[in-house]
């Protein structure tokens, strides 16, 4: 198993604002040992922890995440959504986020997202850039995307690297297509796992991780499954089922 059994999603987002740097504090401060973010792209080529490709869900402002520059969203306030707390919260780079998850000493699922308005060149090797000069441990690294051509890139250019795809559903060519990119694990919606998948992708070799488990009896079923892991909004809540 590559990661941990427990995955705070997008830094625990249940009990911190989602992909910021006090989520990643938080993450640590209840002991979940890995956390999953998200890293995207603005107009001006800088890259974010920041999920979404609009502003509107997270902030007081409006458009698109693509038409931003670093200048227009760093003092953005992403915290008050949530509680008052967190009212000093701000939009953070890849950069600090890998400096502060790393200080931190969490293990890192780093999602890549890609969005219509870039190609997924031109963020990949960005994300390659800033994870060769910051990432130190790459045995507690995960990356994973719903982008096959995000995986292919990677395989191409750091075939070294640990990489899972994302799916909604597992496809039925899964395992032909873990070999193609010399992947390490599939992700998948909890929702359309069957035992029999599990059992397949488990004798596979591969790791077998379900996004996105909040209910605690849910959680039992997957470990019983054998999945290796579960990526959840709250790890306090299914901290038990283990």
């Known amino acids: 198993m ?23 504090t938080k993450t640590r401060d209840i002991g979940t040992p890995w956390v999953e973010i998200d890293v995207n792209r603005l107009g001006d080529g800088t890259l974010v922890m920041f999920h979404d490709d609009q502003l509107g869900r997270l902030t007081s402002a409006r458009g698109r995440l693509c038409d931003q520059r670093w200048e227009d969203v760093q003092s953005l306030d992403i915290g008050s959504h949530f509680s008052a707390d ?5 939009m953070a780079r890849l950069s600090q986020a890998l400096d502060h998850i790393q200080a931190l ?12 308005e870039f190609t997924p060149e031109q ?3 960005d994300t390659i850039k800033a994870l060769d000069t910051q990432w130190h441990n790459f045995g507690k690294l995960l990356i994973s995307s719903f982008n096959t051509e995000v995986l292919d890139l990677l395989h191409h ?3 070294s690297w640990q990489c899972g795809h994302l799916w909604e559903r597992i496809p039925n060519d899964w395992a032909r297509r873990a070999d193609a990119l010399n992947l390490v694990s599939v992700h998948c919606d909890h ?7 599990a059992r397949s992708i488990r004798a596979s070799g591969l790791d077998l991780y379900c ?4 209910d605690r009896e849910r959680a039992a079923q997957l470990m019983d499954l054998g999945v290796d892991g579960i990526i959840t909004d709250d790890p306090v809540l299914l901290g038990s089922t283990r």
Not at 4 to 11: E, T
Not at 105 to 116: A, C, F, S, T
Not at 191 to 197: A, G, I, V
Request: zero cysteines.
């Open 123 to 125: 963020i990949v090797f």
């Open 105 to 116: 000493d969490l293990g890192l699922n780093l999602e890549i997202k890609v969005y219509p």
């Open 157 to 159: 250019w750091r075939p």
């Open 86 to 90: 967190y009212s000093g919260e701000r």
């Open 191 to 197: 929702r359309f796992l069957t035992p029999e998948l």
């Open 2 to 24: 590559i990661a941990s059994p427990l995955i705070a999603h997008r830094g625990a987002s249940l009990l911190a604002p989602e992909n910021t740097l006090g989520a990643m």
């Open 211 to 214: 996004y996105t488990v909040n």
